[in-house]
């Protein structure tokens, strides 16, 4: 089986910088596409960066300039380095893989999110 593990997140005050890592593990022989997702409470949940194995990206607009995605394809790991953080950036923020290809798993392409990591600025 696939799976996706957090890192990273936590509090940190206004104006301030995490980096948070997803790492999939299994037997994948590739992920077409991984990124982030950030759901705030009572909000729904929205993408903020993906990128492709290519290294095609694409980020929500109230995270550009401040937010760089970034991969290493050899290791299956996604980053999400944010900076100047703001307290509207506070929400459990999610991994998923798309497109993943499964060594044990024929015909289809895998969808995987990771359990959720706490991202909370303050004011």
């Known amino acids: 089986q696939v799976q996706l593990v957090e890192s990273g997140g936590g509090l940190v005050q206004a104006g301030g910088s995490l980096r948070l890592s997803c790492a999939a593990s299994g037997s994948i022989f590739g992920i077409n596409a991984m990124g982030w997702y950030r759901q705030a409470p009572g909000k729904q949940r929205e993408l903020v960066a993906a990128?492709?194995?290519?290294?095609?990206?694409n980020y929500t607009d109230s995270v550009k300039g401040r937010f760089t995605i970034s991969r290493d394809n050899a290791k299956n790991t996604v980053y999400l380095q944010m900076n100047s953080l703001k307290p509207e950036d506070t929400a459990v923020y999610y991994c998923?893989?798309?497109?993943?290809?499964?060594?044990?798993?024929?015909?289809?392409?895998?969808?995987?999110w990771g359990q959720g990591t706490l991202v909370t600025v303050s004011s």
């Open positions: 990128i492709t194995s290519g290294g095609s990206t």
């Open positions: 998923n893989a798309d497109g993943v290809s499964d060594y044990d798993v024929t015909g289809r392409y895998l969808e995987v």
